[in-house]
């Protein structure tokens, strides 16, 4: 099966129940898409991968991505897709290499996500609506800032897309940008 968006989102929120967390996967759905048009791929496909990819998180942490495709075997979703969430572990907490366009987008965008995020929410406006790529660079060079987020996992990604670093910023502030008022950055302006 390839779960249509409403069918991801029952799945998501049967598992996830956190805000931040539901924020994150929307966020991340905003950004596939987005990169996704950009390629000449499938947004919804994209979209549904990014949406479900951090489904175990929540409930399971320390069985994150393997609990999520035992969640979506169980349920039928498509072999694609359960390889493609498992993908943006690689590294961390699976073997699965990213291979795809697609799943080397997603290991790169998630991390990045994050920070553009942390980012936004120590800015006046709060807002990813006039964020710029420098903004970003800035807190990117400092560790200490949301220092959850592994910069080597997005730079990493990076190499794997083929992309310079600020280009994956700004098309990942762009694709934010499409679910703004969603992911709780829409801000004062």
Not at 36 to 54: F, S, Y
Not at 97 to 108: H, V
Not at 179 to 186: F, M, P, T, V
């Amino acid at each position: 099966m390839k779960p249509t968006r409403e069918q991801a989102w029952q799945i998501l929120t049967e598992y996830t129940k956190t805000k931040a967390l539901l924020q994150h996967a929307l966020a991340v759905e905003a950004v596939m898409m987005h990169f996704a048009k950009l390629a000449g791929e499938d947004p919804q496909q994209w979209g549904v991968i990014g949406l479900l990819h951090d489904l175990d998180y929540e409930q399971f942490p320390n069985q994150h991505c393997h609990k999520t495709a035992e969640i979506l075997a169980e349920k039928g979703v498509d072999e694609q897709y359960l390889r493609a969430v498992c993908s943006h572990g690689f590294g961390i907490c699976t073997d699965i290499e990213p291979r795809s366009r697609l799943e080397k987008t997603l290991y790169t965008i998630d991390e990045l996500t994050g920070l553009i995020n942390a980012v936004c929410l120590m800015r006046p406006s709060k807002s990813v609506l006039d964020l710029e790529v420098k903004s970003v660079r800035k807190k990117f060079k400092q560790p200490s800032f949301a220092a959850g987020v592994n910069r080597e996992v997005i730079q990493k990604g990076c190499v794997m897309l083929g992309m310079d670093l600020n280009d994956v910023i700004a098309e990942t502030i762009a694709g934010m940008r499409e679910a703004a008022a969603e992911i709780g950055l829409q801000g004062n302006l």
